[in-house]
């Protein structure tokens, strides 16, 4: 059953970020998750061009999942992170579940915004417009790095396994220490 549930959250992580998605798979990751995925936001719903979107999902086959947005507004910048749980299987709705914990949930500084933004322009991030690595193991951990601003959409991911040195986990690491992630 351990199993079957990794298998499932690996299949979701993978499903999620795909090239082809639904309306029909947007609501059933929002109602599995509670979250919205950006690709989704990006197609299914009618955003003000002056917002910017940053969404970082790190996930792992045996440690923390971490979905985290960076997202502007009219009023700032604001930081929402969540942790996400393995998969429960409820016997009773035979259907799973993701438990979900808000790890952070505030507006973000001035500086951290600049400072953010200047990782963003230091990795060239809006530079590149695809970035797609193939697994290269099965039972690893990744990143998925989307954005969105002014109609630009981008869908980066690591694949599985990358090594240390590889350019989302450096984004993502000096992300997460100025974020305190």
């Given amino acids: 059953m351990k199993n079957l549930i990794l298998l499932s959250l690996i299949f979701l992580s993978r499903q999620i970020f795909s090239q082809e998605i ?3 798979d947007c609501e059933g990751y929002l109602k599995q998750t509670g979250l919205k995925y950006l690709k989704c936001i990006y197609q299914f ?31 700032g910048y604001f930081l929402i992170s969540h942790e996400i749980f393995q998969p429960i299987y409820n016997e009773k709705t035979e259907e799973f579940e993701c438990p979900i914990v808000v790890c952070q949930n505030r507006k ?30 099965s039972d690893g ?16 991911s ?16 000096e992300i997460k220490k100025l974020l305190k992630l």
Avoid: M
């Avoid at 440690?63 to 997202?71: A, Y």
């Avoid at 951990?141 to 980066?156: E, K, M, P, S, T």
């Fill in 22 to 24: 639904t309306q029909k």
């Fill in 45 to 75: 719903e009618k955003l003000n061009s002056e917002d910017k979107i940053y969404q970082f999902y790190k996930w792992s086959a045996f440690g923390k999942n971490i979905f985290t947005n960076v997202e502007k507004r009219k009023t």
């Fill in 108 to 137: 973000l500084t001035e500086k951290e915004v600049n400072d953010f933004e200047s990782i963003i322009n230091k990795y060239k991030f809006w530079e590149k417009k695809t970035y797609d690595l193939e697994p290269i193991c």
């Fill in 141 to 156: 951990f990744g990143i998925v790095f989307q954005a969105l601003h002014n109609g630009d959409y981008r869908n980066y």
């Fill in 158 to 173: 690591n694949g599985n396994c990358a090594s240390a040195n590889e350019y989302l986990n450096i984004l993502y690491a």
